[in-house]
């Protein structure tokens, strides 16, 4: 209050004397529960009213203050209410980033866990202590199957789960392009694979049997394949280049070796320089006491014995004339085939 007090005694006995001089002063009372404020007064006249005020650590809001309306009023406060804290739910499912579990200035981003499909919705709590609910994912079992062709991809499967799908690829030998791979559309429905087409190259035939080979190109534009006869065969090998992409080129012209076994050749006399059929070399005479034309021919078969013919046994003898005189005669052998006789004039000759 503010003035200049005054005290008027009582003009009767026994009546009440009185006061003036003393009104209300022009400034605000401050409010007299503070809780859940921070408040600093600067000023409470109502002329140059000043009082910041903000919510205290235990509520949140936007804190405002209201000047009284008349002397001696009480100004209010208003904007501050006690905080709501949420307590961490199960976070099976989502992944969760609290940012502020208070229900007022609730921030909790979520999204569904790795396996998990759907939307994540995180909500505040009502009271304090609640747990703030989690929702919107759920457990996914939709499945990919593999496509039926997969020519062409080198295919690795890690996880066919739709949700969790990793499949690699890359193209297979022979194959070129950017190999592509795209989940299913549904559960049990084949992923699909793109990208990867023939390349303009050919293939090694499977059966190398025979052959030597020498690789130097698959290109089609620079086809350069040469080959040899392997030791167990003999010929004169050709490579034939493909005739389109990823077609198998060919090889011919070698064929496994025959091998001759070697006779008896008692009756011959052999030079053995090569006993394969087919590039046969097989020199032969008749031996000494057989008569004829010798004749080698190759076996048809490995270890079939070439055959020996044309000599036969000689059985023509000669036989000593009935005048010897003037001669020394020594007989060693009369077989005409091998005939040995010897002879020198007698003495007296």
Do not use: M, W
Not at 112 to 129: F, L, M, N, P
């Amino acid at each position: 209050y503010q003035g200049a007090a005054k005290v008027t005694k009582c003009n009767l006995d026994r009546e009440a004397y009185t006061l003036s001089g003393c009104t209300p002063a022009p400034v605000c009372v401050s409010p007299k529960d503070l809780t859940g404020y921070s408040v600093t007064e600067t000023s409470l006249d109502r002329s140059s009213f000043k009082v910041q005020v903000a919510c205290a650590d235990t509520h949140t809001g936007t804190a405002k203050v209201a000047q009284c309306t008349q002397n001696l009023g009480t100004y209010s406060i208003t904007g501050c209410s006690k905080k709501i804290e949420c307590a961490s739910p199960n976070f099976e499912g989502y992944t969760v980033t609290e940012q502020n579990t208070v229900a007022q200035t609730f921030d909790v981003p979520a999204t569904c866990a790795r396996g998990y499909e759907g939307t994540a919705v995180a909500t505040a709590c009502s009271k304090t202590g609640e747990k703030y609910t989690l929702s919107g994912c759920k457990y996914s079992t939709t499945t990919c199957a593999a496509p039926k062709a997969t020519d062409g991809y080198l295919v690795t499967e890690a996880q066919l789960r739709k949700i969790l799908f990793d499949v690699s690829v890359q193209c297979a030998p022979g194959y070129q392009g950017a190999a592509k791979v795209a989940p299913c559309t549904g559960d049990g429905k084949p992923y699909t694979l793109t990208g990867c087409s023939p390349a303009p190259v050919c293939v090694s035939p499977k059966d190398l049997t025979g052959y030597s080979v020498t690789e130097t190109s698959l290109d089609r534009g620079s086809f350069k394949v040469e080959a040899k006869c392997s030791a167990t065969h003999i010929g004169e090998p050709k490579v034939t280049e493909c005739t389109s992409n990823l077609g198998t080129y060919s090889i011919t012209g070698c064929v496994p070796k025959i091998q001759c076994a070697s006779p008896e050749n008692s009756h011959y006399v052999v030079t053995e320089e090569n006993t394969v059929a087919q590039s046969f070399d097989v020199a032969a005479v008749c031996a000494r006491g057989y008569e004829g034309t010798a004749v080698v021919t190759p076996c048809r078969k490995t270890g079939q014995q070439y055959q020996l013919s044309g000599c036969k046994y000689s059985t023509t003898t000669c036989v000593a004339p009935k005048a010897t005189e003037g001669y020394l005669v020594t007989e060693v052998q009369l077989r005409k085939i091998i005939f040995e006789v010897n002879a020198q004039c007698a003495p007296g000759y």
